[in-house]
């Protein structure tokens, strides 16, 4: 089974700090990707990653980061978290695009509070 | 501008009850993913349907694909409080990135 793992399932920082969230895949996945979920405007694609040390801007980028020094690994970087980041951040996985198993794998999301 | 837009909204029914939940698109699909979320939870993938026509079942579920590969059905056979979620379609248009619906969220009452 594929399985992707996040770092935390709740987190509570202060505004300011610096957040890192991780997620890792198991399934030799080309692909990884960053959303982040709110009530009413459903999923939202902050980062996507088609390679190592690739990244592509998603549809919010502002005020995020990305890092994937490996394969396996995707990192969403706040460098200054502010209260409108309180959110639930669902990481994913896929096989290449357009490709017969290109389905995405979800992790089991985080759910920041910025104070 | 929604690329998959998904009906109803919301859905309140008793346990025992039959529903449809539409996934519908202007555009053309490699492949659509229906997936259910519970509050706090990741989406966890249910199937994926590949083929224009194609029909697939799970237990009480059965998805289907439109022939022209723009739309899918969940039919939900004698729902269940366990089925209680928000149900998400989802689909790569081409090569383009990953496109969600805004999801049905639905009910079951004992």
């Known amino acids: 089974d594929v399985k992707v793992t996040q770092s935390s399932r709740y987190l509570v920082k202060r505004t300011g700090e610096k957040v890192f969230l991780e997620c890792v895949q198991d399934?030799?996945?080309?692909?990884m990707f960053w959303y982040r979920q709110d009530p009413g405007l459903g999923l939202r694609l902050i980062y996507f990653?088609?390679?190592?040390?690739?990244?592509e801007k998603g549809d919010i980028p502002e005020g995020y980061s990305v890092s994937r020094e490996k394969k396996e690994r995707f990192s969403l970087i706040l460098e200054s978290a502010s209260t409108n980041q309180t959110s639930m951040y669902l990481c994913a996985s896929s096989a290449p695009l357009g490709s017969y198993t290109d389905t995405q794998y979800f992790g089991p999301g985080t759910r920041l509070t910025v104070l | 501008t929604q690329l998959l837009e998904q009906s109803p909204q919301f859905l309140s029914i008793q346990e025992g009850e039959n529903l449809t939940v539409y996934c519908n698109s202007s555009s053309v699909f490699s492949s659509l993913q229906w997936y259910r979320q519970e509050p706090g939870e990741g989406p966890v993938l249910l199937v994926t349907v590949v083929t224009g026509g194609e029909v697939k079942k799970l237990k009480r579920l059965t998805f289907q694909f439109g022939d022209a590969r723009k739309d899918s059905s969940l039919h939900i056979t004698a729902a269940q409080p366990g089925d209680t979620g928000l149900y998400l379609c989802a689909g790569s248009p081409g090569s383009q990135n990953f496109v969600f619906g805004p999801g049905t969220r639905l009910s079951v009452l004992p």
């Open positions: 399934m030799d996945h080309e692909n």
């Open positions: 990653s088609y390679d190592v040390k690739m990244k």
